[in-house]
């Protein structure tokens, strides 16, 4: 059974930065691709970053471009979302999710997600 945990969430000032971390158990394809999606209070939940796991080309919502990194460390079925000059407006839970691929990633049809890490971002 597939299991996603994301962590890393938590409360930081405008301009600040986090590490939210997904870790998966249980055995995905390697040909999954993997996204994180947010959903703050009282809106829809909106696509992030995603990235193939065989590959290296990620891609990113415009609302966080230049300023979100997602990474991969196959080794240790970790993905990672580096996020940087941290905003209020990015304060939800963060999700990651695993799909089959990479423009399921994009419109959230995931096969597996986990729990949500909350992200707090205060002005």
């Known amino acids: 059974q597939v299991q996603l945990v994301e962590s890393g969430g938590g409360s930081v000032q405008a301009g600040g930065s986090l590490r939210l971390s997904c870790a998966a158990s249980g055995y995905i394809e390697s040909s999954y691709s993997w996204g994180w999606f947010r959903q703050a209070p009282g809106k829809e939940r909106e696509f992030v970053a995603r990235?193939?796991?065989?590959?290296?080309?990620?891609a990113y919502s415009d609302s966080v471009k230049g300023r979100f990194t997602i990474s991969k460390d196959m080794a240790k079925n970790i993905v990672d979302l580096q996020m940087n000059s941290l905003k209020p407006e990015d304060t939800a839970v963060y999700y990651c999710?695993?799909?089959?691929?990479?423009?399921?990633?994009?419109?959230?049809?995931?096969?597996?997600w986990g729990q949500g890490t909350q992200v707090t971002v205060s002005s």
């Open positions: 999710c695993a799909a089959p691929s990479f423009l399921q990633t994009a419109t959230g049809q995931c096969d597996f």
């Open positions: 990235i193939i796991w065989s590959g290296d080309v990620p």
